[in-house]
């Protein structure tokens, strides 16, 4: 499981273009948001690498 800060992402909006960009990606992966910590994990078989290019191409890059 990958784990990542995200300090941008603060509403239910954030973690839709979220979850879009990175069911794009892996349609199977798992994903678990945290609001109030902006944190999110990850469960993917996708590298990190790509994982973390999504997320700043989606406009939250990991802190």
Do not use: N
């Not at 999110?40 to 939250?60: H, K, W």
């Amino acid at each position: 499981m990958l784990t990542f800060t995200l300090p941008d992402m603060s509403c239910g909006h954030c973690t839709g273009a979220i979850s879009r960009a990175l069911k794009e990606l892996d349609p199977d992966c798992v994903l678990a948001f945290d609001l109030a910590a902006h944190r999110l994990q990850v469960e993917s078989t996708v590298d990190r690498d790509e994982v973390i290019e999504a997320l700043v191409e989606a406009g939250y890059p990991p802190a």
